[in-house]
């Protein structure tokens, strides 16, 4: 897909892995479209480029206002990225079922409020796509609802390529291992725990938010119109171990 003049919607734009996925549509000449809670972003988006829109996506009559927002502008979406999540680090023994539904409601509600909503929208050729995690199909200690929810996003990636077929609307996902982002800021608190991540890569590959972008517009670019229900995985042979 030649993205050039085509709408596209990231959400969790405003920072880390989403701002580059953001920047890296702009460079290519899309019209990007950030959904994001953190508004302290909006002028260094505009200044990309890139439209900002304060959304809680796990607010469903937020995101219908948005995108009729934009629809008012653009008559149509080509592109959805489902980017934005939350992540706490806790023993199962500390449940607490406020903060695992607030996980849900980001990474999994959340892009499912954006995909109902958007898919109307779409046209044969349009394309979704679900950022994961390795972690989604590999288990792992102390990031239980994280995981959880992107197993579940990964799980409605392949359900919903089934349902979109006919409409040749495609929907694919990315799972990739360690990314230095806000999401691992412990690691510059302790440094032994990136040295650990890194070990645990067969390749040794720590990536860059930028790699991440690069991915997606991949992705995106160069398979979106010959693939569904696929998920791509980048993770320097991290879900090999």
Not at 33 to 39: L, N, P, Q, T
Not at 97 to 106: A, G, L, P, V
Not at 186 to 193: G, M
């Amino acid at each position: 897909m030649d993205v050039d003049k085509k709408v596209i919607i990231i959400t969790g734009g405003a920072n880390g892995i989403g701002l580059e996925i953001a920047k890296k549509f702009v460079k290519n000449g899309a019209n990007v479209y950030v959904f994001d809670i953190d508004s302290s972003k909006k002028t260094l988006l505009n200044r990309y480029n890139i439209n900002f829109y304060c959304c809680n996506i796990s607010k469903n009559l937020e995101v219908k206002k948005c995108i009729q927002e934009i629809l008012l502008k653009e008559k149509k979406i080509d592109i959805l990225v489902n980017n934005a999540s939350k992540q706490i680090i806790s023993k199962f023994e500390n449940y607490s079922e406020d903060d695992y539904i607030e996980i849900m409601k980001t990474n999994f509600i959340g892009a499912c409020n954006c995909i109902h909503n958007i898919i109307p929208n779409m046209h044969s050729g349009s394309t979704i796509l679900n950022i994961l995690s390795v972690h989604s199909s590999k288990p792992r200690k102390d990031k239980y609802a994280y995981d959880c929810s992107k197993s579940a996003l990964e799980l409605l990636t392949k359900e919903l390529a089934l349902e979109l077929a006919n409409k040749q609307i495609t929907i694919n996902g990315l799972s990739f291992g360690a990314v230095n982002t806000m999401m691992n800021s412990e690691w510059k608190q302790f440094p032994k725990l990136k040295k650990i991540a890194k070990e645990n890569v067969p390749l040794g590959i720590i990536f860059e938010p930028q790699q991440i972008a690069n991915f997606c517009f991949t992705i995106i670019n160069q398979f979106s119109t010959y693939t569904t229900g696929t998920i791509f995985t980048i993770d320097g042979g991290r879900s090999l171990l």
